[in-house]
């Protein structure tokens, strides 16, 4: 089970590894709007047009091996991270998208 207060130490790991390849991080789903779900819904955003975005696989690489955890891909631009401890983290990719 994911609460606010569990998800956000991890949530601020996430972020600056999702930087490094270009993404920014945004909370979505059941435990932002009710504070706790079984799964944690994150966003991976890229930034502007960014020519440093690298493959979302390499980004979700990077979040498995320090969290010691597996990740599988669902679907084109979704994602699973499977921590040992059974929780789940719902990763979706998304592009950047300019108002005007």
């Not at 569990?6 to 435990?31: D, H, K, M």
């Not at 009710?34 to 390499?58: M, T, Y």
């Not at 921590?83 to 990763?91: C, E, I, L, P, T």
Request: contains cysteine; proline residues 4%; charged residues 20%.
């Amino acid at each position: 089970m994911w609460t606010l207060e569990n998800a956000l130490p991890v949530i601020q790991r996430i972020a600056p590894i999702a930087q490094e390849y270009g993404f920014t991080v945004a909370l979505r789903g059941s435990v932002l709007t009710s504070r706790q779900g079984e799964d944690l819904d994150l966003c991976f955003i890229e930034w502007e047009v960014n020519p440093n975005v690298r493959h979302a696989k390499d980004c979700l690489n990077s979040i498995a091996n320090t969290f010691d955890a597996q990740y599988g891909s669902l679907d084109s631009g979704h994602a699973f991270i499977l921590f040992n401890d059974g929780r789940r983290v719902d990763a979706h990719f998304l592009r950047f998208t300019p108002l005007q």
